[in-house]
């Protein structure tokens, strides 16, 4: 039995409204999707939890796909959400397939942001070591620790994303994630459940893909998402609904309406 999390949240908009679910990626939280939930908080009742061992959410030593989407189910059984639309980036966009393929009843639509329903073939074990060997008793301010991470993490943005994680409590820097849980638990984030036994998601589906990204492949969904629709943004990476915040929210306002 998993150990399901009560997860912190973010909501926005009319509970007159469609409800309808952000799921942030790793390292993210809900915070990184105020601007797009604001948005599209005009026209749906939006919902952004911090997954569990990311934001505001309790931790735990256990984190993958199975029980990501139980901490979801008990979400929207907490706010008495029969069901609901989820939109998920990356790590999101997988927990919304699971639950989509576990507990089609609960869903109206799915948007999966710039992943696929496959096990990549990255890694985070660099990444990860590089944040734990910052040496956080010498830094003062979060530039320094930006500058410290530039050769390890070659793209700004990237460093800024990930030094959100980075807090300041009682006057000394302190990451708000576990790194621990979350080298042990990359492998699980990379990957995707075996899906032999279950049954393909029929409902409406849109995987909005970044032009300049690799992640998402023409046929990756279409043996479990049979009713699924890809678009893809131009001059657009991973970050699409960053890089590209117009276009993103009119595509995902039009499929949700149609």
Avoid at 26 to 45: I, P, T, Y
Avoid at 96 to 112: G, S, T, Y
Avoid at 150 to 157: E, V
Avoid at 180 to 200: C, H, K, S
Wanted: glycine share 6%; charged share 20%; aromatic share 10%.
């Amino acid at each position: 039995m998993t150990c399901v999390v009560d997860l912190a949240f973010e909501e926005l908009g009319s509970s007159c409204d469609a409800p309808l679910i952000i799921l942030h990626g790793f390292f993210a939280s809900s915070r990184n999707w105020r601007q797009v939930a604001e948005k599209l908080a005009a026209k749906f009742h939006v919902y952004v939890p911090d997954m569990r061992n990311h934001g505001a959410s309790p931790h735990h030593p256990l984190m993958d796909y199975p029980s990501m989407a139980a901490d979801l189910l008990l979400f929207m059984e907490n706010r008495g959400l029969t069901t609901a639309s989820l939109l998920g980036h990356s790590m999101g966009g997988k927990v919304a397939m699971w639950f989509a393929l576990n507990h089609p009843e609960r869903m109206d639509k799915l948007i999966v942001v710039d992943i696929a329903p496959v096990s990549y073939k990255h890694c985070f074990n660099n990444l990860i070591q590089a944040l734990k060997s910052l040496p956080l008793h010498e830094i003062s301010n979060r530039k320094q620790a930006e500058l410290l991470l530039a050769s390890a993490i070659p793209d700004l943005g990237y460093r800024q994303f990930l030094l959100q994680n980075l807090v300041l409590k009682d006057s000394a820097y302190c990451w708000r994630i576990n790194l621990d849980i979350f080298y042990r638990m990359a492998p699980n984030i990379i990957a995707f459940p075996g899906v032999e036994q279950l049954t393909p998601f029929t409902g409406k589906t849109l995987f909005l893909a970044g032009e300049d990204s690799g992640y998402v492949k023409a046929d990756d969904a279409s043996a479990l998402f049979p009713d699924a629709t890809l678009s893809v943004i131009a001059n657009a990476g991973h970050w699409l609904h960053v890089q590209q915040p117009g276009v993103f929210i009119e595509r995902v306002e039009k499929f949700l309406h149609q």
